[in-house]
């Protein structure tokens, strides 16, 4: 990531972010729960494929070896939907074919529910069958990333967030600030809820002011920009830590940039403020990079549709 050196900053024009340098840290998660969700529903697949034959004889208007057949078909075909094209509703698609693929390994090796309508007798009380176990702990494998990969996907982003044409991002509400967003009832960090915004941090709240000042004289509307001081900032932190649930907790620190979240928080605890602002394209990001470019901030990260990109400044 590049470094500008505030003894030698350049013009306001000749300040671009970086583009396709810095990904987010939430794409390589993604990657490797789309790897991780494929490769389980794979090993479920191939379990129930192999074994199929051995169960053709038990049937009714269908045999067992036929859904397993079906079973393996539907896994391979959603862990390439997840690999391919990873929306919402292919992560919902593979949670539920893990679900429901484990739901009915357990019911039927505990319970004896005999045949029910064109199923047949399933009841088997044993995990001595040949990968059957090992089925069981990759669908519970796939429940389990496909859950995740929903939360931390760029796909799961509120509508109105984010737009696929021409590479424009669309804040519907620019007043509803990605920090402010209450934490209860949702797994997702607030910071998944972050595109389309820059944040600037400041380690002199003076100059943050006084930059907020600049933006709005440069006729930068005042609702596309929001000053956080140090106070505010922790105060905010503290309530959404408080209303996260244990498994949102998880997940935070699952996908937080461990770094920029340090920073962040170091800012506020030494007494300096962030500065949040409306980008909903790179090349307004660009712009608004270009108007801050004579002011003393720290570190400004952009959250674009395609990851995320960061511009630091060393200390005098």
């Given amino acids: 990531m590049p470094t500008l050196d505030q003894a030698s900053r350049p013009s306001a024009a000749a300040v671009p972010l970086p583009r396709g340098a810095a990904r987010s840290r939430s794409t390589i998660i993604s990657w490797t729960l789309r790897v991780g969700t494929a490769a389980a529903l794979g090993i479920d ?54 679900a429901s693929a484990l739901a009915a390994v357990l019911l039927y090796r505990y319970v004896d529910l005999g045949a ?32 995740l990969g929903l939360v931390v996907h760029r796909g799961v982003l509120p509508r109105g967030f984010r737009s696929h044409c021409a590479g424009v991002i669309t804040v519907t509400e620019p007043h509803d600030w990605p920090l402010e967003q209450p934490a209860e009832g949702t797994l997702r960090p607030w910071y998944f809820r972050a595109t389309g915004y820059l944040m600037v941090l400041f380690s002199d709240p003076e100059e943050a002011q006084r930059a907020q000042r600049g933006l709005l004289e440069h006729k930068v509307p005042q609702e596309e920009l929001r000053l956080y001081e140090s106070e505010e900032i922790l105060r905010i932190v503290a309530q959404l830590q408080e209303e996260r649930s244990i498994v949102a907790k998880a997940v935070a620190a699952l996908v937080a940039d461990a770094s920029v979240k340090q920073r962040f928080l170091a800012t506020a605890r030494s007494g300096g403020a962030t500065l949040w602002l409306v980008a909903p394209t790179r090349d307004h990001a660009d712009y608004l990079v270009g108007l801050l470019a004579d002011y003393g901030y720290s570190f400004l990260r952009y959250y674009g549709d395609d990851g995320v990109a960061d511009v630091q400044r060393d200390a005098d």
């Fill in 45 to 98: 697949a191939a379990v129930h494929w192999q074994n199929a034959s051995a169960y053709d004889a038990v049937t009714a208007t269908l045999s067992q070896g036929e859904l397993f057949r079906a079973e393996a078909v539907l896994a391979v075909a959603v862990g390439l939907l997840v690999l391919l094209w990873p929306r919402r509703g292919s992560w919902v698609a593979a949670l539920g074919v893990g």
């Fill in 116 to 147: 029910l309508g064109p199923l047949p007798n399933m009841y088997e009380n044993t995990w001595q069958v040949p990968g059957k176990l090992l089925s069981a702990y990759a669908e519970g494998a796939a429940i389990v990333l496909a859950g």
